[in-house]
């Protein structure tokens, strides 16, 4: 990721700090997360849409 410019590595002594480099590197992560979140939220619905009665209201 370094040699692609996405983050900046810098020498501190004996340890290596690492940052990013690219703003665009937030934007992936935000639509990554974002799809994730969209994932969990659909499996949730379904688990819901299956779950006994009753129990939907507990596990608010």
Do not use: H
């Amino acid at each position: 990721m370094t040699k692609q410019g996405l983050v900046a590595r810098e020498n501190r002594g004996t340890s290596v700090y690492y940052r990013i480099a690219d703003e665009s590197v937030y934007a992936l992560c935000d639509l990554v997360c974002g799809n994730i979140g969209r994932r969990f939220e659909r499996m949730a619905a379904q688990r819901r849409a299956f779950a006994p009665a009753g129990l939907e209201e507990q596990d608010k």
